[in-house]
């Protein structure tokens, strides 16, 4: 059973980078054809697709926030990593992280929360 579980600051201040961790157990990341995704849900609004890391390495992000997204990988410890410069409140969400498999996203996490406040 693939799980995922989110980890990082759940305060983080304006203009500040958000970083969050992805722990992934009972999969690889490396694995073929996976591509291992962020995304956030803002209070009150819905889903909103930020980017992935693929299998092989390779990194695709949302047009509207690709100047400040970016997700890398430590495969040693199965972990992807999602970096998010210059927040402002409106970063403000539920950060989730999971597993894309064409066309499915199978596997998430639980969620956890980042607020962006001074």
């Known amino acids: 059973q693939v799980q995922l579980q989110e980890s990082g600051p759940g305060l983080v201040k304006p203009s500040q980078t958000l970083s969050l961790t992805c722990t992934v157990s009972?999969?690889?990341?490396?694995?073929?054809?996976?591509?291992w995704s962020w995304i956030r849900q803002p209070p009150g609004k819905g889903l909103e697709w930020l980017g992935y890391?693929?299998?092989?390495?390779?990194?695709y992000y949302s047009p509207s926030l690709k100047s400040r997204t970016s997700i890398s990988r430590d495969t040693s410890k199965n972990q992807f990593t999602l970096q998010l410069s210059s927040v402002t409140p409106e970063d403000t969400a539920v950060y989730y992280c999971?597993?894309?498999?064409?066309?499915?996203?199978?596997?998430w996490g639980k969620g956890t929360l980042v607020t962006v406040s001074s």
């Open positions: 890391i693929a299998y092989s390495d390779s990194t």
């Open positions: 009972g999969g690889s990341i490396t694995t073929n054809y996976y591509y």
């Open positions: 999971a597993r894309w498999y064409f066309p499915y996203m199978d596997y």
